[in-house]
């Protein structure tokens, strides 16, 4: 992958992680003008994971012969394991340090749908959320990955359109008939189309190296998003966070000598699963014992980049690694 899309899914975790330290720590009351950006737009993060991750479905998957049961257990083995970890975790948290997390409940019916993906509603009543809340976004990227699986079986040039008849069947038909929860009806799902249609253009030759005009379209970007309320979120938040993605690869040649950019862009998907669980316990110990918010968030900071650097390492890659080499019959790259 691109190290300048690795980048910019770094900036997306940690907009996000910004925004639920301001949740955490504030309770989502800010003192100044930086607090108020990331409560208010923080969350654009998730729209850019959506984004991106249209597009590295699509170009991991542009001419290789992958039959859509081995696609879909290669991304399985990529998110679940993780996945399945932290929410353990924060099961665990819940029950047995109480005081980090008062807001949350533990049912163990909720528990197993949320492994296995399903959305249901949060015994804390809350809303439709997993035991581990920024888990909500992975129950729309498992219906992104189930649809562009039966993609799969057409031609590459048309597996845009049928994603997005899918994805309209599912989200609006199907929902409106009670078929679907209505979970999955937000407007944010067709933000992975845009990542698909990203992925064309760039394999055309659509997407080149440039400065300024990249530069203008990030400027132009972020206005929008600031300028902008969140709804509709795929024309607030969707198409801005696509002129981002497009902007961040026409300046590969800029930063493509960065390795340490392709790292945190590595870890990015464990700094998005665990980071709730270290803010709320840096949170929980800021309030007994009156330690200054923005000291702690320096240490939690830490915490979740080398905590995601080893669970990156430790848990996502070799997982993976020994779960695809047990159907390819070889070690995975």
Not at 107 to 129: A, C, R
Not at 136 to 159: I, K, P
Not at 278 to 297: D, H, K, Q, V
Request: aromatic share 16%.
């Amino acid at each position: 992958m691109l190290i300048s899309v690795q980048a910019l899914r770094a900036l997306a975790a940690w907009a996000v992680v910004c925004h639920h330290f301001m949740q955490i720590f504030f309770g989502f009351e800010a003192s100044g003008p930086l607090g108020q950006l990331f409560i208010d737009k923080g969350a654009v993060g998730v729209d850019i994971f959506f984004v991106i991750s249209g597009l590295v479905i699509f170009l991991s998957t542009e001419g290789k012969a992958l039959p859509p049961a081995r696609f879909l257990l290669h991304r399985l083995f990529r998110i679940v394991p993780a996945y399945w970890l932290y929410t353990v975790l924060m099961a665990l948290l819940v029950v047995f340090a109480r005081p980090l997390l008062p807001d949350q409940k533990l049912d163990w019916g909720h528990l197993l749908l949320s492994l296995l993906f399903v959305p249901t509603e949060n015994p804390g009543g809350y809303g439709i959320y997993p035991t581990l809340n920024v888990g909500w976004t992975l129950n729309y990227e498992m219906l992104f990955y189930v649809l562009f699986a039966w993609a799969l079986l057409f031609r590459l040039q048309v597996r845009l359109w049928v994603v997005a008849a899918l994805l309209f069947a599912v989200c609006q038909a199907w929902t409106g008939f009670g078929w679907i929860s209505e979970f999955y009806r937000s407007d944010i799902v067709y933000e992975f189309l845009l990542g698909i249609g990203i992925g064309m253009l760039y394999r055309r030759g659509w997407i080149g190296p440039a400065l300024w005009l990249p530069l203008f379209g990030i400027t132009a970007a972020l206005l929008t998003i600031y300028q902008l309320p969140p709804q509709p979120r795929l024309l607030s938040w969707g198409v801005p966070s696509a002129v981002l993605v497009m902007a961040s690869m026409a300046l590969e040649r800029h930063v493509q000598r960065y390795r340490l950019l392709k790292l945190l862009g590595d870890c990015s998907y464990s700094v998005y699963l665990m980071h709730v669980l270290i803010l709320s316990t840096g949170g929980y110990l800021a309030r007994r014992y009156g330690i200054n918010p923005y000291l702690m968030f320096f240490v939690c900071a830490l915490t979740i980049l080398f905590g995601s650097w080893l669970s990156y390492e430790w848990v996502e890659k070799r997982s993976y690694q020994w779960l695809k080499a047990r159907i390819d019959g070889k070690p995975a790259d």
